[in-house]
């Protein structure tokens, strides 16, 4: 066998050989699996992460038990869940639940309508709560395009003893202002709404609107509404409590930023998901008996805010088994008494009477009843993207380039007047609505 | 051997026009003229599939109004896309961001590479340690590395603030917010690029470096001219080639990467940071846009087709020569 003999037809003939080898077991595990049925979920990695343990390790296996299915759960970042839902479209191919965190209404041509899903729920539990109907449903095709098993609601988390010590509850943003002026002055320790753009804060910052009587589009949803008085008088109260109270981190935070900035001790108030004080009942119990929660601050107008998140999940209209991954969700939304514990009153029921006693289970809470029954009236006070329209293709647009943020920090950081930067935020949505009105 | 001998007498024998014949009883894989484009074939198709198609793609849907979850590819509109993005001053601030960051951080990778290139070629104690800390930003994944950037700049844990703090050089009461600033935001953009794309500009200039004839050194030294001197009037104008096709090269990166700014400060504050590829993402994928994004991303394409120009020219010059 002199190296003569190695030729290039025989490396090409190995090559091959080698190729064969390489791929012919992948097929045959291809084909194999294809025999069992396979109910693969896509959803955020949740921030309590005794949620994910209940959903993973119980009930999708036994709900995957009892329905002879394999339930996959792949978990995905906050900031990473769009892409990755815009590159299983583009791909037409992926997971057959996908779970988003707010409403996404520019998918509504990939997905299998919830018209079914929701009647079969309202028999069940009654009507869905009014934010979760508006976020969920397009008017003008009669369709639910997203089925939402949770939301979330956004109290305000601030330091009862530092808030005792000035004398001021945190119960309008008037003394908000005042309180955390006074807290940063006698204590050094900044108040905490973020002007990022980030999720967190573009919730924040739209129930602020809305107390002061300020919406993005009107009630038909076809027109901006966004350059008004209102929205310049919010603009300005936000900018005073960042002047007199906040520091330039709050324009530098990702979702968890407020969560670490109040768990380290330092912030006196933020507005945010329960999650910033679960966190400190664990890291920090000590820390956490100071910490209280409040219901969003009011305006002149009313008292609003937004809910934190709206989980809502979409069956591709690719998806591989699209009935399975329906009645997956309604056996969910009848699980949610567990599922309401399991994430620590983080995940509230988008159809109420899922849960039982919710008010009860609050009542039971061991850590700090009192602070939680405030949640009890949550949706009382909580809105959505695009209130007092519905949540559309374009108002999906405008959260997710961060107009609304992008206001506020202009006039915070002392670039333009509330009044210039409101008419730019209005030029701004008036051109997203043109092209997505055509 | 013997098989491969006997092969080529016999071919030696066939006369003048015979070759041909006995070429064609060749088996297809020993021919070259059949090998040779089967062999590059990958490389055309890879080429196409990955880089042309999506290119054409987005030239059409830069001059369509498909959506994120549209069924087709959408319906021609001509140029109302590229109106629209003009007529938002978001965009405007990303394209002028787009300029400061590539500029800046070319300007500075092509210095501090160069003074690295230079140290490295000297012999000293621990040169291969330092020459693979060099090379480590390179080799480790972008996204990781950038994270890494995100926490030593974190507006509460920063070891950075921390160590600046321990040094005297900044109160607690004023630590610096690396992200909230918009000078400070592009300056941390920045670093955290030319950190990145150093290493590859180094080892480029430090071949660059290692090709210069040492007699030519040599020479200059025996004529009295000093360690500027010899930078300025030898050293440097032998690099030009090699320092052209470093900065080009950083300039495709730095226009058309977006991990950095999005990882770090998710073009913020108040889009501060935003540059075109950033607010193309922001746009087309997360936005629902997709036609809108495309158009974005396609004002990068006058300038990097220029780069690429520069560069192939560049490229064939030094084949000439």
Same mark, same amino acid.
């Given at each position: 066998?002199? !190296?003569?003999?190695?030729?290039?037809?025989?490396?090409?003939?190995?090559?091959?050989?080698?190729?064969?080898?390489?791929?012919?077991?992948?097929?045959?595990?291809?084909?194999?699996?294809?025999?069992?049925?396979?109910?693969?979920?896509?959803?955020?990695?949740?921030?309590?992460?005794?949620?994910?343990?209940?959903?993973?390790?119980?009930?999708?296996?036994?709900?995957?038990?009892?329905?002879?299915?394999?339930?996959?759960?792949?978990?995905?970042?906050?900031?990473?869940?769009?892409?990755?839902?815009?590159?299983?479209?583009?791909?037409?191919?992926?997971?057959?639940?996908?779970?988003?965190?707010?409403?996404?209404?520019?998918?509504?041509?990939?997905?299998?309508?919830?018209?079914?899903?929701?009647?079969?729920?309202?028999?069940?539990?009654?009507?869905?709560?009014?934010?979760?109907?508006?976020?969920?449903?397009?008017?003008?095709?009669?369709?639910?395009?997203?089925?939402?098993?949770?939301?979330?609601?956004?109290?305000?988390?601030?330091? #009862?003893?530092?808030?005792?010590?000035?004398?001021?509850?945190?119960?309008?943003?008037?003394?908000?202002?005042?309180?955390?002026?006074?807290?940063?002055?006698?204590?050094?320790?900044?108040?905490?709404?973020?002007?990022?753009?980030?999720?967190?804060?573009?919730?924040?910052?739209?129930? #602020?609107?809305?107390?002061?009587?300020?919406?993005?589009?009107?009630?038909?949803?076809?027109?901006?509404?966004?350059?008004?008085?209102?929205?310049?008088?919010?603009?300005? #109260?936000?900018?005073?409590?960042?002047?007199?109270?906040?520091?330039?981190?709050?324009?530098?935070?990702?979702?968890?930023?407020?969560?670490?900035?109040?768990?380290?001790?330092?912030?006196?108030?933020?507005? /945010?998901?329960?999650?910033?004080?679960?966190?400190?009942?664990?890291? /920090?119990?000590?820390?956490?008996?100071?910490?209280? #929660?409040?219901?969003?601050?009011?305006?002149?107008?009313?008292?609003?805010?937004?809910?934190?998140?709206?989980?809502? +999940?979409?069956?591709?209209?690719?998806?591989?088994?699209?009935?399975?991954?329906?009645?997956?969700?309604?056996?969910?939304?009848?699980? +949610? /008494?567990?599922?309401?514990?399991? !994430?620590?009153?983080?995940?509230?029921?988008?159809?109420?009477?899922?849960?039982?006693?919710?008010?009860?289970?609050?009542?039971?809470?061991?850590?700090?009843?009192?602070?939680?029954?405030?949640?009890?009236?949550?949706?009382?006070?909580?809105?959505?993207?695009?209130?007092?329209?519905?949540?559309?293709?374009?108002?999906?647009?405008?959260?997710?380039?961060?107009?609304?943020?992008?206001?506020?920090?202009?006039?915070?950081?002392?670039?333009?007047?509330?009044?210039?930067?409101?008419?730019?935020?209005?030029?701004?949505?008036?051109?997203?609505?043109?092209?997505?009105?055509? | 051997?013997?098989?491969?001998?006997?092969?080529?007498?016999?071919?030696?024998?066939?006369?003048?026009?015979?070759?041909?014949?006995?070429?064609?009883?060749?088996?297809?894989?020993?021919?070259?003229?059949?090998?040779?484009?089967?062999?590059?074939?990958?490389?055309?198709?890879?080429?196409?599939?990955?880089?042309?198609?999506?290119?054409?793609?987005?030239?059409?849907?830069?001059?369509?109004?498909?959506?994120?979850?549209?069924?087709?590819?959408?319906?021609?509109?001509?140029?109302?896309? %590229?109106?629209?993005?003009?007529?938002?001053?978001?965009?405007?601030?990303?394209?002028?961001?787009?300029?400061?960051?590539?500029?800046?951080?070319?300007?500075?990778?092509?210095?501090?590479?160069?003074?690295?290139?230079?140290?490295?070629?000297?012999? %000293?104690?621990?040169?291969?340690?330092?020459?693979?800390?060099?090379?480590?930003?390179?080799?480790?994944?972008?996204?990781?590395?950038?994270?890494?950037?995100?926490?030593?700049?974190?507006?509460?844990?920063?070891?950075?603030?921390?160590?600046?703090?321990?040094?005297?050089?900044?109160?607690?009461?004023?630590?610096?917010?690396? %992200?909230?600033?918009?000078?400070?935001?592009?300056?941390?953009?920045?670093?955290?690029?030319?950190?990145?794309?150093?290493?590859?500009?180094?080892?480029?200039?430090?071949?660059?470096?290692?090709?210069?004839?040492?007699?030519?050194?040599?020479?200059?030294?025996?004529?009295?001219?000093?360690?500027?001197?010899?930078?300025?009037?030898?050293?440097?104008?032998?690099?030009?080639?090699?320092?052209?096709?470093?900065?080009?090269?950083?300039?495709?990166?730095? %226009?058309?990467?977006?991990?950095?700014?999005?990882?770090?400060?998710?073009?913020?504050?108040?889009?501060?940071?935003?540059?075109?590829?950033?607010?193309?993402?922001?746009?087309?994928?997360?936005?629902?846009?997709?036609?809108?994004?495309?158009?974005?991303?396609?004002?990068?394409?006058?300038?990097?087709?220029?780069?690429?120009?520069?560069?192939?020219?560049?490229?064939?010059?030094?084949?000439?020569?």
């Amino acid at each position: 066998m002199g !190296s003569s003999q190695f030729t290039r037809r025989s490396f090409l003939k190995g090559a091959g050989v080698v190729a064969a080898a390489a791929t012919g077991p992948t097929a045959f595990v291809r084909t194999a699996r294809a025999q069992g049925k396979t109910l693969k979920i896509a959803q955020w990695t949740h921030f309590v992460p005794a949620f994910d343990d209940w959903f993973d390790k119980k009930f999708t296996k036994e709900w995957g038990e009892k329905n002879g299915v394999h339930v996959t759960v792949d978990h995905i970042s906050v900031n990473d869940l769009r892409a990755r839902a815009a590159a299983e479209v583009g791909a037409r191919k992926g997971h057959d639940l996908f779970g988003f965190l707010d409403p996404p209404p520019a998918y509504e041509d990939q997905v299998h309508s919830m018209n079914d899903v929701v009647s079969e729920l309202e028999k069940k539990f009654g009507k869905a709560i009014n934010l979760v109907q508006r976020a969920t449903f397009n008017p003008r095709t009669k369709n639910y395009f997203a089925l939402s098993d949770n939301w979330v609601p956004d109290p305000l988390h601030y330091r #009862l003893d530092w808030w005792g010590e000035v004398g001021v509850k945190p119960d309008s943003w008037d003394h908000v202002r005042e309180g955390a002026r006074k807290i940063k002055e006698k204590m050094g320790h900044p108040a905490g709404f973020g002007i990022s753009q980030e999720l967190d804060t573009n919730m924040m910052l739209r129930g #602020l609107l809305w107390s002061f009587g300020a919406q993005e589009q009107d009630e038909s949803s076809t027109k901006v509404a966004i350059n008004s008085k209102a929205t310049v008088e919010a603009i300005k #109260l936000m900018t005073a409590v960042y002047k007199e109270s906040m520091t330039n981190e709050v324009f530098t935070w990702d979702p968890s930023g407020n969560n670490r900035f109040f768990v380290s001790g330092k912030g006196s108030i933020i507005q /945010n998901a329960i999650s910033a004080i679960r966190t400190a009942e664990k890291q /920090n119990p000590d820390l956490a008996k100071k910490m209280g #929660l409040a219901p969003p601050a009011a305006g002149p107008k009313t008292r609003m805010g937004s809910e934190h998140l709206l989980h809502c +999940y979409v069956v591709w209209k690719f998806a591989e088994n699209p009935d399975l991954a329906k009645k997956f969700i309604i056996d969910l939304v009848a699980s +949610y /008494n567990d599922a309401f514990l399991a !994430s620590e009153f983080y995940n509230f029921p988008s159809f109420p009477k899922s849960v039982t006693d919710l008010r009860g289970k609050l009542a039971a809470d061991k850590f700090n009843a009192q602070q939680y029954l405030i949640l009890a009236d949550a949706e009382k006070w909580s809105a959505y993207p695009g209130y007092p329209g519905h949540t559309t293709a374009a108002i999906d647009e405008v959260f997710n380039t961060f107009v609304i943020p992008n206001m506020f920090a202009r006039v915070a950081k002392g670039e333009q007047s509330a009044e210039d930067s409101a008419k730019q935020a209005e030029a701004e949505m008036q051109r997203i609505f043109a092209k997505w009105g055509k | 051997m013997g098989k491969v001998e006997g092969k080529t007498s016999a071919l030696e024998a066939v006369p003048l026009g015979g070759t041909a014949v006995r070429a064609s009883r060749r088996p297809l894989l020993d021919r070259e003229s059949f090998l040779g484009p089967i062999m590059i074939l990958p490389a055309v198709l890879y080429v196409l599939a990955l880089v042309g198609v999506p290119f054409v793609l987005s030239l059409y849907l830069a001059v369509s109004d498909a959506k994120i979850a549209s069924t087709g590819l959408g319906r021609f509109i001509g140029l109302a896309n %590229f109106t629209s993005v003009l007529q938002s001053p978001t965009f405007l601030r990303s394209l002028v961001n787009t300029f400061v960051f590539t500029v800046v951080s070319q300007a500075l990778v092509l210095v501090l590479a160069k003074i690295l290139a230079t140290c490295l070629t000297k012999q %000293f104690y621990g040169k291969s340690i330092v020459r693979f800390l060099i090379l480590l930003p390179w080799v480790a994944p972008i996204s990781l590395g950038t994270i890494g950037w995100k926490w030593m700049l974190d507006s509460l844990y920063s070891p950075v603030n921390w160590v600046l703090q321990a040094l005297h050089v900044i109160p607690q009461s004023s630590w610096p917010m690396w %992200f909230g600033v918009r000078e400070l935001a592009m300056a941390s953009v920045i670093g955290v690029h030319v950190w990145r794309l150093l290493p590859f500009a180094t080892v480029i200039i430090l071949a660059g470096l290692t090709s210069i004839p040492r007699e030519v050194e040599e020479a200059s030294a025996v004529d009295g001219a000093g360690f500027w001197s010899r930078e300025f009037y030898i050293v440097l104008p032998l690099l030009r080639p090699i320092l052209t096709v470093a900065g080009l090269f950083g300039i495709i990166f730095a %226009f058309t990467d977006m991990t950095v700014i999005y990882v770090l400060t998710r073009g913020g504050p108040a889009d501060g940071t935003q540059v075109l590829s950033s607010l193309a993402f922001f746009t087309g994928i997360l936005g629902g846009d997709l036609a809108g994004g495309a158009a974005i991303s396609l004002f990068l394409f006058p300038m990097l087709l220029l780069v690429a120009v520069v560069m192939l020219r560049i490229a064939r010059r030094a084949e000439v020569s």
